[in-house]
């Protein structure tokens, strides 16, 4: 079983849609958790960490929920330029991680006007 | 200004070869790491260094040698490439090397795709 699991998608929905994407993690150890943004053929980048209570930026709202061991990202009133790979991040450890963190295969998202 | 640059940003090569992707940072940074991205999008570590000591080595053949000649540069060399070896290899880098949430991001290069013929 991965570290780290999710949907891969594709997720197809219009401009303005409402869009949820889960994660879920294998280790109940687990202590940091990232949404990271990946553009076709572009390199990821850091879209927001997830914190325990959970948090928003903007139209993107990240929620953690330890009991059932997943994160989830919530994307309001999409936009054309939200379209990207969605990619979840797990550290497991936190005092020990090294750097080590798990990165799941990524959410497909198209948003189409 | 580009913070974490790679080179070559495309390479295509013949099995057998020996080939090296440079990666350099400029921003201060004091740990490197060098990920693989393959055909299913999975990103995984490869190695990792901090302040030029190697402190990451996963699974990876020994084909791969990673060479920081300072904290600003990490190397990778593959000798003998596979079919395999084909991938986005990212290179990437941090200040510190413990991540909590809000801190410590970690900053990709813009990745080189090897291929192998």
């Known amino acids: 079983r991965k570290e780290v699991e999710q949907d891969p998608g594709p997720f197809n929905v219009p401009e303005g849609a409402t869009v949820a994407f889960n994660c879920t993690y294998s280790?109940?150890?687990?202590?940091?958790f990232f949404w990271y943004r990946q553009d076709c053929r572009k390199e990821p980048k850091l879209l927001m960490s997830?914190?325990?209570s959970g948090n928003e930026d903007g139209r993107f709202t990240a929620q953690l929920n330890r009991a059932s061991q997943y994160i989830s990202l919530l994307i309001r009133d999409s936009k054309l330029s939200d379209s990207a790979t969605y990619l979840c991040?797990?550290?497991?450890?936190?005092?020990?991680?090294?750097?080590?963190?798990?990165f799941g295969r990524g959410t497909q998202l198209t948003v189409w006007p | 200004d580009t913070a974490v640059s790679q080179t070559p940003k495309y390479l295509v090569t013949q099995m057998g070869n020996d080939k090296s992707i440079k990666c350099e940072q400029n921003l201060g940074h004091d740990t490197m790491y060098w990920y693989k991205q393959d055909s299913k999008k999975f990103l995984k570590i490869m190695f990792s260094?901090?302040?030029?000591?190697?402190?990451i080595n996963e699974t990876v053949p020994n084909r791969f040698s990673p060479k920081s000649p300072d904290k600003a540069h990490l190397n990778l060399h593959i000798n003998s490439l596979e079919l395999g070896d084909s991938a986005v290899y990212f290179c990437a880098s941090s200040q510190g090397r413990i991540f909590v949430a809000g801190a410590n991001v970690l900053t990709f290069g813009a990745g080189s795709r090897l291929t192998v013929l």
């Open positions: 260094y901090n302040n030029k000591e190697l402190i």
């Open positions: 991040v797990v550290i497991f450890d936190r005092g020990s991680t090294l750097g080590r963190l798990y």
């Open positions: 997830v914190y325990s």
């Open positions: 280790n109940s150890a687990s202590q940091s």
